[in-house]
């Protein structure tokens, strides 16, 4: 599975981006699929995850509220709408693919990474 994240911006606090992950391959649908942020100086941290089904999400405490990840197996693509921005919402953001069914939090146990796309909000 290979990934491209696109969507990344410059925002001021309070606005909204939707950044996509496009996925080639036949096998999008049997991977669950997460997207993940890092900042100047910090570690990855996770964001968001939807099952393959699409049934079931996760968040982070932080974006819970302001942000929702959706997918389409169809288009074989992973959504990520981020409203309310926030300055500390600022990271390079990256998709992700992981070889299971449900959510999945730990970026261990994904499999494969999108390239990344570029954040930034001002204040």
């Known amino acids: 599975v290979q990934l491209q994240a696109s969507g990344g911006g410059a925002v001021q606090a309070g606005g909204s981006l939707r950044l996509s992950c496009a996925a080639s391959?036949?096998?999008?649908?049997?991977?669950?699929m997460g997207w993940f942020r890092q900042a100047p100086g910090k570690e990855r941290e996770f964001v968001a995850s939807?099952?393959?089904?699409?049934?079931?999400?996760s968040y982070a405490d932080s974006v819970k509220g302001r942000f929702t990840i959706s997918r389409d197996n169809a288009k074989n693509t992973v959504y990520l709408q981020m409203n309310r921005l926030k300055a500390e919402d600022t990271a390079v953001y990256y998709c992700?693919?992981?070889?299971?069914?449900?959510?999945?939090?730990?970026?261990?146990?994904?499999?494969?990474w999108g390239q990344g796309t570029l954040v930034t909000v001002s204040s």
């Open positions: 391959g036949r096998t999008f649908s049997s991977h669950a």
């Open positions: 992700a693919a992981a070889s299971a069914a449900g959510v999945v939090i730990n970026p261990k146990s994904y499999d494969y």
């Open positions: 939807v099952s393959r089904s699409d049934i079931s999400t």
